[in-house]
């Protein structure tokens, strides 16, 4: 009798051991979920009509030019300026535009299809993670990822054009602080990576004011660091419309 109650009292610890291990494992919907109340909510992101961000662009070396972004209702405007001379790039809501002075082009020229849908996910406020239920994208989660000694929470969302991004979600914060995004360029596959840091409230909306981005596998990083950020000024449609036409 009392092995056997030994035993079904092992077979019970078992049981519950293995219960507490799976409520314990989250959902990707867990996930996004706490993603949106950390980020500040829906009702916060709704009214969060526009979004500009002011300040510099630093490349490898230390090769710095003036920064100011504009998102607002799906339109994408950045200027990168040095020295008189302004980079332009721009996404109305259905293509993509940019002025390269620097490539000793003064006009606007219409950019491909493939870098007008990364300029697309680029122009949403709420951003790829939260605003993949709507567009028909999927989620899943990937387990945990060390990222500096923090063990985050991976999902990666695969979008219906064949696009993906794997997020890595601080458990603490659950804010993003590291995207992987793969890309089909011009018929090439590109892999870009994204750090994430330094959230500040906007509007009621947490943004991230230093943002790393490089391809993966490579020490050349740029880096955007805001000094000012702005919730809900006047963003017209023509500012992201291409000129001339």
Known sequence: MRIASLALAALLSAGLSAGSAAAQTPT????VAKNLAARGGAAALAGLKSLTLDGKLVFPGGFELTYHEVRAA????????????????????????????FEGRKDAERMTDDEARSLADSASIAGVLQ????????????????FDGTDCYKLKVA?????????????????????IETRSIRGAVQVNETELGDYEAVGGVMVPMSIESGPQGSSQRQRVIIAKATANADAPASLFAQPGK
Request: proline share 3%.
């Open 159 to 179: 979008q219906k054009d064949g696009d993906e991004f794997v997020y890595l979600i601080d458990p603490d914060s659950m804010l993003e602080v590291k995207v």
């Open 74 to 101: 799906g339109g994408l405007r950045v200027e990168a300026a040095l020295q008189g001379l302004t980079l332009t790039t721009a996404y109305d809501g259905k293509a993509a535009w940019r002025i390269n002075p």
């Open 28 to 31: 990707a919907a867990d996930i």
């Open 131 to 146: 605003s993949a239920a709507s567009e028909g994208a999927a989620v899943t989660y990937l387990g945990r990822e060390d």
